[in-house]
């Protein structure tokens, strides 16, 4: 499933439409075929989130599609769009405002369970993968673009009969603050959102005891309990193959993990999952777990300069018994560090046990707004009275190695 939103023309190259910037030209062109993106935009598929390789594998399913944008006539930059579904079991705001507004907001905002949302940015994984732009345009212009793309593809859903209510823009770093306060001119309004969980791999780490040598002898003490509960659990790397081969008995249990979340975009199917793993090769990392020779769980990491730990599946009856989780966790740090990656991201889930093997807290921001006008007001009200509330978090290292991996992650979230 693709955007469709193309002409018959970009089949051959890419159909621009002209837009004003300020004063200035402005175009955009939407690609669903990363074949037909122009060689002078592949500098800004600067992640493997937004190359062919893995957008290929999803895009069969998933409603996704990129657009390229030219300021002054020069690349300027590329944004990724996915039209997708948001389930929700708890949202909190409204309740206690009184019943005219409290209808008006169920009836013209987010308070429904389930919700189409039109995303710039990817909502399979954590972090800023959603765009990318010439380092030199301001943050003024680069909303503009950003909105005129929004814009005109709210405007094609509503042509083709789908409407669009939400429209959202996620995970923007701290360099990024400019930036979400010029999207507010275009109506959008910050929206809170778990940190995401990020561990810096130093570069003396050559293996997994020189990263435990680093915590305090409490937190040294759990990963090597980790390993000690879970030591008859074997695991298997897997090539796509194996993977499609043993899919009915790996994939019920990623489905377990996605049905414990209560907020939660529409789930990565097996047959995307396999895709992924045939297009990336050994950029994806597929780890099967066995115990009394029964598949009981599985990881998936995604590897470019940084390491995505992208999902892991696993049976929770036996889960407490063997230190499943646990170990996995620990066993996404081994492979970091054996591939020499800057940093691992550990994505918004289980913020506790992340923080207690040294992972630390990295805050994003998200926009959100409402495709009509009034509508948009409710959106923005409730959206204040969203409370996340992070669970606590611990602190493993010791003293001189965590004063090495704050300075790690502040050239890191610095960078952009």
């Known amino acids: 499933m693709m955007f469709a939103i193309e002409s018959k023309e970009v089949k051959k190259g890419c159909s621009w ?4 910037c300020g004063k200035s030209k402005a175009e955009l062109a939407w690609v669903n075929d990363w074949r037909n993106i122009p060689t002078e935009f592949e500098v800004f598929l600067d992640s493997i989130f937004l190359k062919q390789q893995y957008i290929q594998a999803i895009q069969e399913e998933y409603h996704c599609s990129l657009v390229l944008f030219k300021y002054n006539q020069e690349p300027a930059g590329v944004a990724l769009f996915f039209l997708s579904k948001f389930y929700t079991e708890d949202w909190r705001g409204g309740e206690e405002r ?9 009836k013209w905002s987010v ?55 939400i429209c959202l823009i996620k995970d923007f770093t701290c360099y990024q603050k400019e930036l979400v306060q010029e999207l507010k001119k275009c109506g959008f309004g910050p929206i809170p959102a778990d940190p995401i969980m990020v561990l810096p791999v130093l570069p003396n780490w050559n293996n997994f005891e020189d990263y435990t040598n680093g915590l305090i002898s409490k937190f040294r003490s759990k990963a ?45 199917s097996s047959k995307a999952l396999c895709t992924m793993k045939q297009r990336l090769g050994e950029s994806m990392v597929f780890r099967a777990y066995k115990w009394n020779g029964n598949i009981v769980g599985f990881s998936v990491a995604i590897l470019d300069d940084e390491m995505e730990a992208h999902l892991v599946g696993l049976d929770y009856h036996v889960n407490k018994e063997i230190y499943l989780y646990s170990r996995m966790l ?40 409402h495709s009509r006008t009034i509508p948009n007001l409710f959106v923005k009200w409730m959206t204040q009275s969203l409370d996340y509330k992070t669970e606590d978090m611990r602190q493993p290292w010791k003293t001189e190695v965590e004063k090495e991996l704050q300075v790690r992650m502040q050239q890191w979230s610095g960078h952009e």
Not at 148 to 164: L, P, R, S
Not at 340 to 359: C, L, N, P, Y
Request: aromatic share 12%; hydrophobic share 40%.
């Open 330 to 369: 620990y066993d996404f740090v081994d492979l970091g560090i054996e591939k020499k990656v800057k940093q691992i991201v550990f994505g918004r889930t289980a913020v506790e046990i992340k923080s207690a093997m040294g992972a630390m807290p990295v805050e994003y921001a998200n926009v959100i707004r």
């Open 224 to 268: 090597i309990t980790a390993y000690k509960k879970s030591v008859e659990v074997t695991s298997e790397f897997w090539t796509w193959e194996e993977m499609k081969q043993h899919e009915s008995l790996w994939y019920p249990l990623y489905q377990q993990v996605y049905e414990q979340a209560q907020n939660r975009w529409l789930p990565l």
């Open 98 to 106: 009184g019943s005219l507004a409290n209808w008006l907001a169920k």
């Open 111 to 165: 308070a429904s369970q389930v919700q189409k949302v039109l995303l710039c940015g990817n909502p399979f994984v954590s972090g800023p993968h959603g765009f990318s732009f010439n380092k030199v345009l301001t943050a003024e212009i680069k909303a503009d673009l950003l909105c005129e793309a929004m814009n005109e593809a709210v405007d094609h859903f509503q042509k083709h009969g789908q409407k669009v209510g």
């Open 17 to 20: 439409t002209d837009f004003l």
